[in-house]
């Protein structure tokens, strides 16, 4: 079990907004999730809290047994950068540096150096065909290129989970699939679980199991 909401997990925002009710959610080694429901239903902060992002205001969430809810902050980050990778709607790429760059740079940020690093990101790019975008900034790429490149960033630090926030929201639909398609395979060829926040049904169709949240409640 990779993840789980041991305590049913609350979380409640400033102003009472109750986010979060009484979550149970248990993610396996390896599977893929997606989690729908309408605007506002608590889809992204169920995300946050399992992602470490935000601590829950009650319940706890484990990841292979620890409690990540009482960690320092210094830990979960370290956690975070460890054992999973993220993957936002846009604009998560850094906009001066050039694709097979920014898949390095989380890396380098984890001690690898330079050389190392641009050496695994051209490894992922050539495995994900995109050798052309190497030298690319996120400016001259297109929408499905971007996503493309963020997938290839997140998995190249072979994380345990990857949690995606409407990562094909800002697609047209066929670009949408294709990118869900390889995110997907590439996650399944890793052995990493996925957990894909979405309001396409199309997307939700490639993972092995969807949850639908309604009123902070999990359905
Ligand atoms: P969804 O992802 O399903 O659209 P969210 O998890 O973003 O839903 O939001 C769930 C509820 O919590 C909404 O009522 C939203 O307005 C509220 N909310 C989300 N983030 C915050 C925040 N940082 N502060 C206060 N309220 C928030
Ligand atoms: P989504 O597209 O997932 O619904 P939102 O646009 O609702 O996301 O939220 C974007 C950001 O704003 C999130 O970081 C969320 O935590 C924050 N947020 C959402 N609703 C509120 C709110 N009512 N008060 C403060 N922050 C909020």
């Given at each position: 079990r990779?993840q789980?909401?041991?305590?049913?997990?609350g979380?409640?925002?400033?102003?009472?907004?109750l986010?979060?009710?009484?979550?149970?959610f248990?993610?396996?080694?390896?599977?893929?999730v997606?989690?729908?429901?309408?605007s506002?239903?608590?889809?992204?902060t169920l995300l946050?809290?399992?992602?470490g992002?935000?601590?829950?205001?009650s319940?706890?969430?484990?990841?292979r047994?620890?409690?990540?809810?009482h960690?320092?902050?210094?830990?979960?980050?370290?956690?975070?950068?460890?054992a999973?990778?993220?993957?936002f709607?846009?604009?998560?790429?850094?906009?001066?540096?050039?694709a097979?760059?920014?898949?390095?740079?989380?890396?380098?940020?984890?001690?690898?150096?330079?050389?190392?690093?641009?050496?695994?990101?051209?490894?992922?790019?050539?495995?994900l065909?995109l050798r052309a975008?190497?030298a690319?900034?996120p400016?001259?790429?297109?929408?499905?290129?971007?996503q493309r490149?963020?997938?290839?960033?997140?998995l190249?630090?072979?994380?345990?989970?990857?949690?995606?926030?409407?990562?094909?929201?800002?697609?047209?639909?066929?670009?949408?699939?294709?990118?869900?398609?390889?995110?997907i395979?590439?996650?399944?060829?890793n052995?990493a679980?996925?957990?894909?926040?979405?309001?396409d049904?199309n997307?939700?169709?490639?993972?092995?199991?969807?949850?639908?949240?309604?009123d902070g409640v999990?359905?």
């Amino acid at each position: 079990r990779a993840q789980a909401g041991h305590a049913p997990v609350g979380t409640i925002y400033p102003g009472h907004t109750l986010a979060l009710n009484h979550v149970n959610f248990q993610l396996a080694e390896g599977e893929t999730v997606a989690v729908m429901g309408p605007s506002g239903s608590g889809k992204s902060t169920l995300l946050h809290a399992l992602a470490g992002i935000i601590r829950p205001t009650s319940g706890t969430v484990t990841f292979r047994g620890t409690d990540v809810t009482h960690m320092s902050d210094a830990d979960r980050t370290k956690l975070r950068r460890s054992a999973f990778g993220f993957v936002f709607q846009s604009g998560q790429l850094l906009p001066e540096l050039p694709a097979i760059e920014n898949i390095a740079l989380p890396m380098m940020l984890s001690g690898a150096d330079y050389r190392q690093a641009t050496d695994v990101a051209v490894l992922w790019l050539e495995r994900l065909g995109l050798r052309a975008l190497a030298a690319q900034r996120p400016g001259e790429m297109s929408g499905g290129q971007m996503q493309r490149i963020a997938i290839a960033r997140a998995l190249a630090m072979r994380p345990a989970v990857v949690f995606a926030d409407e990562p094909t929201g800002a697609l047209d639909q066929t670009t949408g699939r294709e990118v869900m398609s390889m995110l997907i395979d590439v996650a399944r060829g890793n052995g990493a679980a996925v957990v894909v926040v979405t309001h396409d049904p199309n997307v939700a169709a490639f993972c092995s199991r969807t949850v639908t949240m309604q009123d902070g409640v999990l359905q």
